[in-house]
């Protein structure tokens, strides 16, 4: 089980549990706002853009090219940018937050 | 010949050069055939324009067949953005699980209606119907008046002998104006009335804004969707056992919806006006010429995709331009997505196989490249589980 917290861009902190799937499916399952996932994470919309917390950022598998190289189109990208449906939950990453970008 | 090949039409220009003219009514368009150069184009509204002439940065131009400005399609940023927020929250509404279930209910209404005959022409007696009546969810307005639609045929700007024809054309502008003042007379909860009713720049949207916004809902999602649903039923029919494993595996239709719009790429293309001259793959794009975005060729592009011309259903990453890129990105996408979906679901629920009787492909005609896009008639039969 993984503790994540979601911070939208109007500030609300959302808390929420999980041991599998994608970080992406479950913002959208729980409806949290700026995050659509509308390509369901196959990684052609970018519409789950998150900024990874720095000291979890480290912690993540790299991005692939394909993740990279969509990042570098979309607005409000950081050296923590990620599209978090190319994140998976598992116990590695209990405790995380991210802020979601759009 | 399989029916359900598609085959890459633009692979060897694409290899080659990356980029290849077309002479278009005298205003010649430059397509811009690999991925890079289609996503690094798209996302530059500022060197490559929409808010040309309206019409003319689709291609075939319509430039002479309509002064309706498509909103928010042939406009730039930053009125771009804010048209855009002004229709984004109801565009989203294919989300709502009570839009799903409606969905639902038509596509098996229109399923069973279907199985129930012997065979079928599957583009006028299944696509067309099924599009048609969706449409209805998403303009908020009953059912019955699909049927108006429906009665329009198949191609609402084309005639047998040409792309684009006027007076085709005017038979769908006259109808919006039409349903425009019904709804001003009589405000209700349809999308026309939610237009005539929202502000842009603090003042209410006018009669012909909320017509461009129609026009782009109408034309953008009635080819392209039929030609989705019409392809994916040939490749079903010649993948029997795709059907079992859809109908299986539920998380297999998010993967498969997206490989499908890849691989049919409804769309090929999409203009743009250049307004700052560059330079792109050996092409020198000058101001005030057309180049085209062209998402069925970056789609089958070796170099971002493996094994490009195979449909891989769970494709894992799969970032396709098929619904565009960039601020423009398709409007309709999450309409047309809900619909794939659901179609998907309802179809290998209810049907085990699929005879293909007799196919005419629908091939477009680019100059030195010839792109199957569809189907003329596909005749089917469907067999029930
Ligand atoms: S959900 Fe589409 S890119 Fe992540």
New interface residues.
């Given amino acids: 089980m993984a503790k994540i917290t979601y911070i939208t861009k109007a500030g609300e902190e959302i808390q929420l549990e999980a041991s599998s799937g994608s970080l992406m499916e479950l913002a959208v399952k729980h409806k949290v706002a700026g995050i659509?996932g509308?390509?369901?994470?196959?990684?052609?919309?970018a519409t789950c853009h998150v900024h990874v917390a720095p000291e979890f950022y480290q912690k993540l598998e790299a991005p692939?090219e394909?993740e990279s190289?969509?990042l570098e189109?979309d607005d409000n990208v950081t050296e923590y940018s990620r599209l978090c449906c190319q994140i998976p939950i598992s116990e590695a990453i209990d405790g995380i937050t991210v802020n979601v970008a759009n | 010949m399989s029916a359900s090949n598609f085959s890459d039409a633009f692979k060897d220009t694409r290899e080659a050069k990356g980029t290849c003219p077309f002479n278009d009514q005298n205003d010649p368009v430059t397509m811009l055939l690999r991925f890079k150069d289609v996503?690094?184009t798209a996302?530059n509204t500022k060197g490559f324009s929409s808010a040309a002439k309206p019409g003319r940065i689709v291609v075939p131009s319509e430039v002479n067949i309509r002064d309706t400005r498509q909103i928010p399609f042939e406009v730039d940023p930053p009125e771009h953005t804010e048209y855009r927020a002004l229709v984004e929250d109801w565009f989203?509404r294919p989300l709502d699980p009570d839009y799903e279930n409606k969905l639902t209910q038509i596509v098996e209404a229109e399923i069973e209606r279907v199985l129930q005959k012997g065979s079928i022409e599957a583009i006028s007696e299944l696509s067309l119907p099924i599009q048609s009546k969706a449409l209805t969810l998403l303009l908020n307005i009953p059912l019955t008046e699909a049927q108006t639609w429906i009665s329009w045929g198949t191609h609402v700007f084309r005639s047998e002998d040409s792309d684009l024809d006027a007076d085709k054309a005017s038979i769908l502008y006259d109808y919006i104006d039409a349903e425009i003042d019904k709804a001003i007379a009589a405000p209700d909860d349809s999308l026309y009335s939610v237009l005539l009713n929202s502000e842009y720049q603090g003042r209410k949207m006018t009669k012909e804004e909320v017509k461009g916004v129609l026009i782009l809902t109408f034309a953008g999602g009635r080819d392209t969707v039929i030609n989705y649903l019409t392809n994916t039923i040939a490749y079903l029919a010649e993948h029997p056992e795709a059907i079992e494993k859809l109908n299986d595996n539920p998380a297999l239709v998010?993967?498969a919806?997206?490989e499908f719009v890849r691989y049919f790429s409804p769309l090929t293309h999409m203009g743009r006006v250049v307004k700052e001259e560059k330079e792109i793959s050996g092409h020198v794009a000058k101001e005030d010429t057309r180049v085209s975005l062209c998402w069925a060729s970056a789609n089958r592009d070796e170099s971002?995709f493996e094994n490009p011309n195979e449909i891989v259903l769970d494709?894992?990453?799969?970032?396709?331009?098929a619904f565009g890129?960039?601020a423009h990105?398709c409007l309709g996408?999450?309409h047309a997505?809900q619909l794939m979906k659901v179609f998907l679901r309802v179809f290998t629920e209810k049907v085990s196989t699929i005879d293909i009787i007799d196919a005419a492909e629908n091939i477009e005609d680019w100059g030195a490249h010839k792109r199957k896009v569809g189907f003329n008639e596909l005749t089917i039969k469907l067999n029930a589980k």
């Fill in positions: 659509d509308d390509c369901g994470g196959v990684c052609s919309c692939t394909i190289d969509m189109f | 996503r690094k996302h989203k998010n993967t919806i997206e971002v494709r894992k990453m799969n970032p396709h331009v890129f960039g990105k996408a999450t997505r």
